[in-house]
């Protein structure tokens, strides 16, 4: 395969800072997912609703989202969200404290998604990676993070050139 087609963080094209970039933004829809079904989860102790609202509605959000930051960039907005309330160790804390508030009401198998959400975040339900490869393969036939760099950058990769 080409190197269009495989992004690696080792990658010789982009800078470090280039890379946290190409990242947050990246992230981004998934951290908001993941938000978004702790807010409902939490709605849910006083409000009850099923499984799939619960989980769908995060995701259809995280979709709309893709599509909305493939079009709206903000380099300073996205890396101030990732180094602050979507990064790691924030969200891993989040996930915990609201297992321990979902145990507390009864709700164990909350609780316990709630933790692995918090740590791994969702990935089988991270399905705005779909909208921003579509976007990328239909526009820039590349990678979704090289064609995000590409675009809002204006970057010519040595790949392009040499056809690879």
């Known amino acids: ?3 269009r087609n495989i992004y690696r963080l080792n990658n010789e094209y982009l800078n470090m ?3 946290i ?3 947050a933004w990246y992230q981004a829809p998934g951290d908001f997912m993941v938000y978004a079904f702790w807010v409902l989860l ?9 499984w799939y609202w619960i989980l769908g509605i995060p995701t259809i959000f995280s979709m709309v989202l893709a599509l909305i930051f493939w079009n709206f960039y903000n380099r300073s907005f996205f890396n101030a969200l990732k180094l602050t309330i979507f990064h790691n160790w924030t969200t891993g804390v989040l996930g915990v404290l609201i297992g321990v508030l979902m145990v507390y009401h009864g709700y164990w198998v909350w609780a316990i998604v709630s933790v692995i959400v918090g740590i791994f975040g969702f990935t089988i339900l991270d399905w705005w990676i779909m909208v921003y490869t579509i976007m990328a393969k239909s526009q820039y036939n590349m990678h979704t993070k090289y064609a995000f760099f590409k675009k809002w950058y204006g970057c010519t990769f040595p790949f392009e050139e040499d056809g690879k």
């Open 17 to 19: 800072d280039d890379k």
């Open 21 to 23: 970039a190409v990242e």
């Open 42 to 50: 939490i709605y849910s102790l006083y409000n009850p609703m099923p």
């Open 1 to 3: 395969m080409s190197d």
